[in-house]
């Protein structure tokens, strides 16, 4: 074994070239997937306060979004839809002509190679905002199902690649993966937000989703952040259910249940870095405390360090930018 002074770790550290010869971890445009947020109307570009650089976008000004995604070279989005109408039973979220379908079908058909991915959950379309139906105060699960699997039939009939449940509700990953199948949807694939925790960072989001629940909160279905062992079953079970991905849902300061689940599992593994983790660095920046890029940089390498095979990001584009930038 070798020690100083004939080991000197810093000869690989000392200049960008050689930093980047010897990298164990990169990023690369290939590894994000863009959330959009789509609503109803025309012209309508909303830039979202909790989110700066976001926007409720009509689906005209959302197809325009799609193809310079495309064009930066990120391979997916993932649209998010705010409904026309709100009822108990969600029933706004399988309209055919619903903004999230429209914007499906439109999308595909002017930028067919980018992969169109939909967040299914009754949240966006339920007056009272819960990700199941409710009874009283109690969120029910089996009769959710249905539903939850009526807005994943609609938009795989609109053209989705892949649909994606983020309500927690049991079985809901079987329960639509039937429904797709029933109607000879065998090709669309399923990215389960399998390991969902209760965190207190979604609050951005909310706004952007206009989802927060009319009472109570949503820890009777979202996991506890105390559990690590339990995303293992969670896992397990939407795998068995025929997920095709899995997502651990928030990221930054779930990096170690990242780890856990991409060690466990041989399937891709997806990380959302969530409203409130791009939020307060938008917000330190602003005040000039940070730096955004190089922190954001950071943040994402993190999550590919623990093993993400794909991210969720609100910082897609920039990133995509940012790397091209330093390829230069």
């Given at each position: 074994?070798?020690?100083?002074?004939?080991?000197?770790?810093?000869?690989?550290r000392?200049?960008?070239?050689?930093?980047r010869?010897?990298?164990?971890?990169?990023?690369?445009?290939?590894?994000?997937?863009?959330?959009?947020?789509?609503c109803?109307g025309?012209?309508?570009r909303e830039?979202?306060?909790?989110?700066?650089g976001?926007?409720?976008?009509?689906?005209d000004e959302?197809?325009?979004?799609?193809?310079e995604?495309?064009?930066?070279?990120?391979?997916?989005?993932?649209l998010?839809?705010?409904?026309?109408?709100?009822?108990a039973?969600?029933?706004?979220?399988?309209?055919?002509?619903?903004p999230?379908?429209?914007a499906?079908?439109v999308?595909k058909?002017e930028?067919?190679?980018?992969?169109?991915?939909?967040?299914?959950c009754l949240c966006d379309?339920?007056d009272?905002?819960?990700?199941?139906?409710?009874?009283?105060?109690?969120?029910?699960?089996d009769?959710?199902?249905?539903n939850?699997?009526?807005?994943?039939?609609?938009h795989?009939?609109?053209?989705?690649?892949?649909?994606?449940?983020?309500?927690?509700m049991d079985?809901?990953?079987?329960?639509?993966?039937?429904?797709?199948d029933?109607?000879?949807f065998?090709?669309?694939?399923?990215?389960?937000?399998?390991v969902?925790y209760?965190?207190a960072?979604?609050?951005?989001?909310?706004?952007?989703?206009q989802?927060?629940?009319s009472f109570?909160?949503?820890r009777?279905y979202?996991?506890?952040p105390?559990n690590?062992?339990?995303?293992?079953?969670?896992?397990?079970?939407?795998l068995?259910?025929g997920?095709d991905?899995?997502?651990v849902?928030?990221a930054?300061?779930?990096?170690?249940?990242?780890?856990?689940?991409?060690e466990?599992?041989?399937?891709p593994?997806?990380?959302?870095?969530?409203?409130?983790?791009?939020?307060?660095?938008k917000a330190a920046?602003?005040?000039?405390?940070?730096?955004?890029r190089?922190?954001?940089?950071?943040?994402?390498?993190s999550?590919?360090?623990?093993?993400?095979?794909?991210?969720?990001?609100?910082?897609?584009k920039?990133?995509?930018?940012?790397?091209?930038?330093?390829q230069?």
């Amino acid at each position: 074994m070798s020690y100083f002074p004939t080991t000197r770790m810093r000869r690989l550290r000392r200049t960008p070239d050689v930093r980047r010869l010897v990298a164990e971890t990169r990023l690369d445009v290939s590894d994000f997937i863009y959330p959009l947020f789509v609503c109803p109307g025309s012209g309508v570009r909303e830039e979202i306060s909790a989110m700066p650089g976001n926007y409720h976008l009509s689906v005209d000004e959302v197809v325009k979004e799609a193809v310079e995604v495309y064009e930066l070279g990120v391979p997916a989005i993932i649209l998010f839809g705010i409904p026309e109408y709100k009822d108990a039973e969600g029933s706004s979220g399988w309209q055919a002509q619903g903004p999230v379908q429209r914007a499906i079908k439109v999308i595909k058909k002017e930028v067919p190679d980018l992969v169109v991915m939909t967040d299914v959950c009754l949240c966006d379309y339920t007056d009272h905002g819960h990700c199941g139906l409710i009874q009283g105060q109690e969120i029910l699960n089996d009769p959710s199902l249905e539903n939850l699997a009526k807005i994943a039939l609609s938009h795989a009939e609109a053209g989705a690649d892949f649909v994606c449940p983020s309500d927690m509700m049991d079985g809901r990953v079987g329960a639509i993966r039937r429904k797709l199948d029933e109607h000879s949807f065998t090709n669309v694939g399923i990215m389960a937000y399998s390991v969902k925790y209760a965190s207190a960072m979604y609050g951005p989001f909310r706004e952007a989703a206009q989802s927060a629940p009319s009472f109570g909160d949503r820890r009777s279905y979202q996991m506890d952040p105390a559990n690590v062992r339990e995303a293992i079953r969670e896992t397990e079970q939407d795998l068995a259910e025929g997920a095709d991905i899995v997502m651990v849902k928030p990221a930054l300061a779930y990096l170690d249940v990242v780890k856990l689940i991409k060690e466990e599992f041989p399937v891709p593994v997806a990380a959302y870095n969530i409203s409130g983790e791009y939020s307060m660095v938008k917000a330190a920046a602003a005040k000039g405390w940070i730096d955004e890029r190089a922190v954001a940089l950071e943040m994402l390498l993190s999550m590919r360090r623990a093993g993400a095979d794909m991210i969720l990001t609100y910082w897609a584009k920039d990133v995509a930018r940012w790397l091209k930038e330093e390829q230069r």
